[in-house]
């Protein structure tokens, strides 16, 4: 039993210290994931921000065109008196 045990044991040890990973694989993956995260929280702000300009530049086009309507309008009736 011993003997299993002092087995298991070692097993374990060289699992747990098995270190042949790549750090450097590792860390370009993540800086790389940080990258791509970071790109796509700028590229949804600029077309968030982009769709509140085009409303706000809409709405004030219309309000610039029935102004200018209401005053033609007021013109065009003040012409005919």
């Known amino acids: 039993m011993k003997k299993i045990f002092l087995a298991l044991c070692i097993s374990a040890s060289m699992v747990a ?3 042949s990973a790549d750090p450097v694989a590792e860390q370009k ?5 940080v ?4 790109k796509e929280n700028i590229d949804s702000t ?9 409303s706000a530049s809409k709405a004030l086009k ?4 029935s102004n200018i309507d209401a ?3 007021a013109l065009d009736s003040g012409a005919h008196k």
């Open 17 to 19: 210290c098995n270190n």
């Open 29 to 33: 993956d993540s800086l790389d994931s």
């Open 35 to 38: 990258a791509r995260d970071h």
């Open 46 to 54: 600029n077309k968030a921000s982009k769709d509140i300009i085009d």
């Open 62 to 65: 219309e309000n610039v065109d």
């Open 71 to 73: 005053k033609k309008q």
